[in-house]
């Protein structure tokens, strides 16, 4: 079944930690998405990529980075996690201007 | 940049009543779609309606383009209903969205 996931689902890591989000997705989509959702707010974009070795920035700041060396594969990376990105990640994917933008699950991350 | 307003932010429904979401852009876009975000999270695609109506089940959907609105229709609602539903638009058709603030809509039974 075609799919995106994420992990983890929920991640709760101290300052300081270097720590990766996992996406991938089985539907051969060649854009990919992260965006960042704090509690009863809406979306961000903070990363995307058009295809393997293609990655931009989004409209939201963000300390994080991400790689896209294979297309089902778009992990983010945080090099040291800080209380401030405390937040959820979101990670999607779509065929491009027409239908089929599909979202993961998820990663709730608290950085203590 | 452009601008995204969804209202009401809030909503509190009895179940089997119908209600109305509304979506205000204030620039041209290529695309617009709607989500809704259920209690844990998940965020699920109901429409991709840059224009005219859409309907599937008790949902359905309106765009005007020339007027910058979109409204989405829930009927009969229900308790599993409950959630955010988010209007976002991609103004440049590269797949970036912009989002809304978001309507919570709680169903009651």
């Known amino acids: 079944e075609a799919d995106i996931y994420q992990t983890p689902r929920y991640l709760v890591i101290g300052t300081g930690k270097k720590i990766t989000l996992e996406c991938s997705q089985t539907?051969?989509?060649?854009?990919m998405y992260w965006y960042q959702q704090d509690p009863g707010m809406e979306l961000h974009l903070i990363h995307y990529?058009?295809?393997?070795?293609?990655?931009e920035k989004g409209d939201l700041s963000s300390e994080s980075t991400v790689s896209r060396i294979r297309t089902e594969h778009f992990p983010l990376t945080l090099e040291s996690a800080r209380p401030s990105h405390t937040s959820q990640y979101l990670c999607?994917?779509?065929?491009?201007?027409?239908?089929?933008?599909?979202f993961g699950s998820g990663t709730r991350l608290t950085v203590v | 940049g452009i601008q995204v307003e969804q209202s009401p932010p809030d909503l509190i429904l009895q179940e089997g009543a119908n209600s109305t979401l509304r979506c205000n852009f204030s620039?041209?876009?290529?695309?617009l779609q709607w989500f809704h975000q259920n209690p844990w999270g998940q965020l699920i695609n109901l429409f991709y309606?840059?224009?005219g109506t859409k309907q599937n089940g008790r949902l359905s959907a309106t765009t005007v383009a020339t007027e910058r609105y979109s409204l989405l229709y829930i009927s009969s609602s229900q308790t599993t209903d409950s959630g955010v539903y988010f209007c976002?638009?991609?103004?440049?058709?590269?797949?970036?969205?912009?989002f809304g603030q978001g309507t919570e809509l709680s169903v009651k039974p």
């Open positions: 999607a994917s779509s065929t491009g201007t027409t239908y089929g933008y599909t």
């Open positions: 539907m051969g989509h060649d854009k």
């Open positions: 990529s058009y295809g393997v070795n293609s990655t």
């Open positions: 620039d041209s876009v290529n695309n």
């Open positions: 309606i840059p224009s």
């Open positions: 976002a638009v991609d103004y440049n058709q590269g797949g970036k969205l912009i």
